[in-house]
């Protein structure tokens, strides 16, 4: 079958059950299957068997994210391996990773915390675009924590933690602490979309009010950090206010929430004093 034809096939598969996206879901699996990149697609003659499609686009069905299926996803200006046991990287974050870069040129030798770190798209991101800086990606999922070192690969400017940020991590002084956290309330996990129960619920369960890893990183982190320095935390829906009073009131700080690009409240910058 060749790739125009395999993508309407697919295509067609995937809208007849009302499975969204469906057009650019049947792309990125012919592209997978045919070894090739998206923007391939028109330039190359190769052929890919339908039999090989069908249980991918099964798996789809049944509600499995396409990241997982393929294996990888783009975030920023990088490819991460992603699969079973790592969240997935939302376009969103990478605003938390413009912020972060931004926020750290303005230092000579910047020490930074990813926590929560999962796959390592934020901390590795920033990593690479500051060759400077010395960034600790902490993680606690030893499934997660497979990925991170495979997409940590190659950047030299990286150290990886495998703890619980409950814990001592025992790491040098920080300027700026990065995390994205689970934020989602405990009762919330029930009721997401059908795609995120793929994904691990140590990711995505953030307590009873969403809010336990701010608490953590708030009562834990912040003794190390650098006078002046910086928060920058990846919040859910609404959260906003909850996460800026929480720190005001803790610390003497400025906290700035940052909407997305989708209009809704998304990081809180925290600059300490």
Same mark, same amino acid.
């Given at each position: ?203 995505? +369960? ?12 708030? +009562? ?25 009073? *929480?720190?005001? +009131? ?10 997305? *690009? ?12």
């Amino acid at each position: 079958m060749n790739l125009k034809n395999a993508i309407k096939f697919c295509s067609d598969y995937l809208s007849e059950r009302n499975i969204d996206e469906s057009d650019f879901k049947a792309l990125c699996l012919v592209c997978y299957e045919a070894k090739i990149k998206n923007s391939e697609i028109y330039s190359t003659d190769k052929e890919v068997d339908e039999n090989k499609l069908l249980p991918l686009l099964k798996r789809l069905e049944k509600g499995e994210p396409l990241q997982y299926i393929i294996g990888k996803w783009d975030f920023y200006e990088s490819e991460f391996f992603v699969g079973e046991g790592v969240l997935i990287p939302r376009p969103e974050t990478e605003e938390l990773v413009d912020i972060a870069i931004k926020a750290a040129k303005e230092l000579k030798a910047p020490v930074i915390y990813d926590l929560c770190a999962g796959s390592g798209c934020i901390g590795i991101s920033v990593a690479k675009k500051l060759p400077n800086a010395k960034v600790y990606c902490v993680e606690k999922s030893e499934k997660a924590f497979e990925y991170l070192k495979r997409n940590a690969e190659g950047v030299d400017n990286i150290t990886l933690v495998l703890s619980d940020i409950n814990d001592d991590l025992n790491l040098p002084t920080a300027d700026i602490i990065i995390s994205n956290p689970p934020y989602v309330k405990t009762e919330d996990i029930k009721s997401l979309e059908k795609e995120l129960f793929f994904e691990p619920v140590m990711a995505l +369960d953030g307590g009873k009010d969403g809010l336990d890893f701010y608490r953590t990183i708030r +009562d834990k982190h912040l003794q190390n950090l650098k006078k002046n320095g910086i928060v920058l935390l990846e919040i859910g829906n609404e959260q906003g206010k909850a996460v800026m009073e *929480m720190f005001t +009131d803790f610390c003497e700080c400025v906290v700035s929430i940052i909407d997305d *690009m989708y209009g809704n409240e998304r990081i809180a910058f925290i600059e300490t004093r």
